[in-house]
């Protein structure tokens, strides 16, 4: 399978996407710029017509079916921005589509794709992962004979997705020495990828995987298009068991590195990009961003561009997203903490090993009879995490019975 996407495809795509897709701003960010040394430019795709990037290779590849493909219908399997992409593609072509999504995609995802679809569109809820849709989403495209719609592993949403790079190179007159850009199952990385290393091959382009979904990375290491056995959800754009066979093989001409970054970390960028910029993302939406602390040194006095391909963020997930943060920055921690069953344990606890200005965010406890000591879960989270040696310290010489659980994951996902 030997495919690479030439410039007039592009080119091609790009006048298909006109009046569908916005040409999104590349935007100088100042916070990132004075923090890294650098120009840091972003790609906003968070302001695209369905909030993702994903609306560039859904339509370019639907609009290129036949009139007997697009009166059958297309089949789609999507938990998120892909399924909206289609969506809102088979709105404006006035064609039917069928999107299977798993039982766990949050009910407002579901109301957006309806929303994009109108009455275009069937959702039929299968299986409680993204899988188990996507084979059920296989399985019902061959037997009614539609054509199935790959959320990344097709020349024609490749090249929709490369689209991008047109609007960056016509939006700076800089040369760009760096393009960050988040990498799931690699066809946003293979297209916009493909387009540089044409216009620009002097870009070094950086592809960003979560560090628990690194499909990519283990397929590069091995040579061949390689399925983990088990990816972390929480980046839930870019967390993919196995790329596509094209995007692994272009992605292997045009990466000149791939890096993975910590989910804490990511969650640490979703706030500051709020916080500080009122910007809102989606976890995979701030990947490229996060991976800037790991190439501080590289970029310095540099322009950087980083893709923010996403602002899909389901809002009840801003409390975990704080929690990882907190997590990741060393400012919360939990013990498992043997109190004496005495009056008082709690308090002389509190008195003697916190420091001033730490707080107890989480105390559950069980008081055990005919025992001298009863276990509680704890959390504390420091004013500075640099404080937590200071308090282990303490807790040393209060002679507290603990256990100290961030680090051990299965004990943490049961108890926390």
């Known amino acids: 399978m030997s495919y690479f996407p030439a410039l007039k495809d592009i080119s091609r795509a790009r006048l298909t996407l006109n009046g569908v897709v916005i040409s999104t701003p590349l935007m100088p960010n100042l916070n990132l710029s004075e923090r890294f040394g650098a120009n840091v430019l972003l790609k906003r795709e968070d302001l695209q017509t369905v909030r993702s990037y994903k ?41 039917k589509g069928t999107i299977f999504m798993p039982t766990t995609t949050p009910k407002q995802k579901i109301e957006q794709v309806k929303m994009f679809g109108k009455e275009y569109i069937d959702i039929v809820i299968a299986g409680d992962t993204f899988d188990c849709a996507n084979k059920a989403a296989v399985r019902f495209c ?26 960056i190179m016509q939006d700076t007159p800089q040369k760009i020495d760096y393009l960050f850009i988040p990498v799931g199952g690699g066809g946003l990385a293979a297209g916009l990828g493909s387009y540089f290393k044409q216009i620009s091959p002097d870009t070094k382009i950086i592809g960003v995987e979560p560090l628990g979904a690194q499909s990519m990375r283990a397929s590069f290491d091995k040579g061949e298009v390689t399925e983990l056995e088990y990816v972390d ?30 989910e804490g970390a990511v969650c640490t960028t979703i706030l500051e990009l709020y916080n ?9 939406g701030a990947l490229s961003i996060s991976a800037l602390s ?13 893709i923010v391909s996403g602002s ?21 921690h939990y013990f498992v903490i043997r109190f004496p069953q005495r009056s008082g344990a709690l308090l002389s606890f509190v008195q003697n090993v916190l420091g001033p200005k730490d707080d107890i965010t989480h105390f559950s406890y069980s008081k055990k009879t005919n025992r001298e000591q009863g276990p509680a879960v704890v959390g504390i989270e420091l004013a500075d995490s640099g404080d937590f040696q200071s308090l282990i310290q ?4 209060n002679e507290i019975v603990y256990e100290y659980i961030n680090d051990k994951q299965d004990l943490f996902g049961f108890l926390i």
């Open 55 to 95: 609306i560039r290779g859904a339509f370019n590849k639907i609009k290129s079916l036949s009139e007997e493909q697009m009166k059958n219908g297309i089949v789609c399997a999507s938990a998120g921005n892909h399924a909206q992409g289609v969506a809102l593609s088979c709105q404006k072509l006035g064609i």
């Open 294 to 306: 790991f190439y501080a040194d590289k970029i310095k006095g540099k322009t950087v561009v980083c």
């Open 142 to 167: 061959e037997e009614s004979q539609q054509t199935f719609i790959h959320p990344f592993d097709d020349p024609k949403i490749i090249e929709g997705q490369a689209t991008m790079g047109i609007e």
């Open 276 to 284: 500080q910029n009122a910007i809102v993302v989606e976890p995979a």
């Open 233 to 262: 959800k929480f980046i839930d754009g870019a967390a993919v068991k196995r790329v596509g066979k094209y995007t692994f093989d272009i992605c292997r001409k045009v990466l000149d590195d791939i890096i993975a970054v910590p």
């Open 394 to 397: 303490r807790m040393d010489k």
């Open 312 to 332: 899909n963020n389901d809002i009840t997930r801003t409390e975990e997203i704080r929690e990882r943060s907190l997590l990741y920055e060393g400012y919360k």
